[in-house]
């Protein structure tokens, strides 16, 4: 009865500013019977919205983007009460992907710090707790030096792959693993040898780019194909591989990749993305996540550091240098510490 009154009494103001604000909050109660009390104050943007885009005019006063490994990013509105739950349910609505018990996905923010380090989020937490949240472990960790406009950046990318959800993968999926998976390879944290990973850089141009078209014999066109062609090194090719050529190394690279670029001429994106998959999926720990080790104790490795390859079928031990798995015992597992980070 309390709840019917309450309305009859707010309706005959919807039409003022002041009985559209009241409905707004009437939203927002009804909201935080629905998911809970929040955990943190309003956050700097929180707060600015509500004042600058008359929240009662949206079901969804707030929005963020999301990024993506692509480079890409997708707005994804919400409220004051939305979890991390009911914010993914959305964002794959709109994106065309399955829910993250399915695809091995998850929402990650950057670390206040400035660090590069990522904090994966539950599904229970609020949206608006976690900008909250970071907004003042900003200002705690960056004294005097924080900036007003700078806020949390949300990320979302696979955070363990099943060999069982392989099947039912979307296109959208297939392509975000692939450019994650280059990521890795760029920053040598997937064992592929130089030959490779030029053709792997060539699917992922063509992807980009389309078909290589040989410009017309003028210097303007030639250079323009050689800075292309550099750039796309410089995004797709191991750093490692490229860090020490020589200046006329990098134009043989270069010109090894256009070959290879061309030969997948007509090839579609969805085309390029199998290929890229099936190949990389041949390393027994594709979408394992990886962390640096070091040993605390006497052990076979000397001091070295390993990598501690966390996966689906539990956590495997890899030499560094080359990332084959190498065989531990139970005790020696235990004097292995990973890297914070």
Not at 27 to 36: L, M, P
């Amino acid at each position: 009865m309390i709840y019917d009154a309450t309305l009859i009494l707010f309706t005959p103001c919807h039409r003022t500013e002041a009985g559209k604000y009241t409905i707004y909050c009437q939203r927002c109660v009804e909201r935080t019977q629905q998911n809970g009390d929040r955990e943190a104050r309003p956050s700097r943007m929180e707060i600015l919205s509500i004042l600058l885009r008359n929240p009662y005019h949206h079901s969804l006063p707030f929005s963020i983007p999301v990024h993506f490994m692509n480079g890409t990013y997708q707005v994804v509105g919400f409220d004051a009460s939305t979890t991390v739950e009911e914010f993914l349910c959305t964002l794959n609505q709109d994106i065309g992907m399955r829910n993250p018990a399915q695809s091995g996905f998850a929402l990650f923010t950057d670390d206040p710090s400035g660090k590069e380090l990522e904090h994966c989020l539950q599904g229970n937490i609020k949206i608006c707790d976690i900008i909250s949240k970071w907004e003042q472990a900003s200002k705690e960790q960056l004294p005097g030096k924080c900036d007003g406009t700078r806020t949390v950046r949300l990320t979302y990318k696979n955070r363990l792959s099943f060999t069982v959800q392989v099947r039912g993968e979307t296109e959208r999926e297939k392509l975000l693993l692939m450019y994650q998976t280059n990521d890795k390879i760029v920053n040598g944290i997937f064992p592929v040898n130089k030959e490779l990973a030029l053709e792997l850089a060539a699917l992922l141009a063509q992807v980009e780019s389309g078909d290589f078209e040989r410009p017309l014999q003028t210097t303007a066109n030639q250079l323009k194909m050689s800075q292309t062609l550099r750039q796309t090194l410089e995004k797709f090719y191991p750093k490692r591989y490229r860090q020490d050529c020589t200046e006329e190394q990098l134009r043989q690279l270069t010109q090894r990749l256009a070959a290879r670029w061309m030969a997948l001429r007509g090839h579609s994106t969805s085309d390029c993305v199998r290929i890229y998959l099936t190949v990389a999926r041949k390393w027994t720990f594709f979408g394992a996540t990886l962390f640096p080790a070091k040993p605390v104790s006497p052990t076979p490795f000397d001091g070295a550091l390993v990598w501690l390859a966390v996966h689906e079928d539990g956590i495997s031990v890899l030499e560094y240098a080359t990332m084959v798995a190498v065989h531990v015992r139970t005790q020696e597992s235990n004097d292995l510490r990973g890297l914070p980070g």
